[in-house]
């Protein structure tokens, strides 16, 4: 993986932790598998998983299941998106 690339799933991953997302990553044999968790206002979990056989796949996954996620949710959620 090139440097370029670990910086890109870096950021990606502080984003996702800036707006309230819990990430979990680990490695399972040749593959890299991870949990990104963010409760809502009203209590309620919203989860995204993944695998991929490269570390910046997979956090690429995280980040953008956890886009589309947000898609339609709760406003105040939505817009602590948009500040970050």
Do not use: Q
């Not at 690339?5 to 707006?19: E, F, K, P, S, Y």
């Not at 956090?59 to 998106?81: K, M, S, Y």
């Amino acid at each position: 993986m090139s440097t370029t690339a670990d910086g890109n799933g870096i950021i990606l991953l502080d984003w996702l932790r800036l707006v309230g997302w819990t990430v979990e990553i680990d490695r399972e044999g040749d593959a890299w598998v991870g949990v990104a968790r963010h409760v809502e206002a009203e209590g309620a979990e919203v989860r995204v998983g993944g695998c991929a056989t490269a570390l910046t796949r997979l956090v690429w996954d995280l980040f953008i299941g956890a886009v589309e996620r947000l898609e339609g949710r709760d406003e105040a959620l939505r817009a602590t998106l948009r500040a970050a």
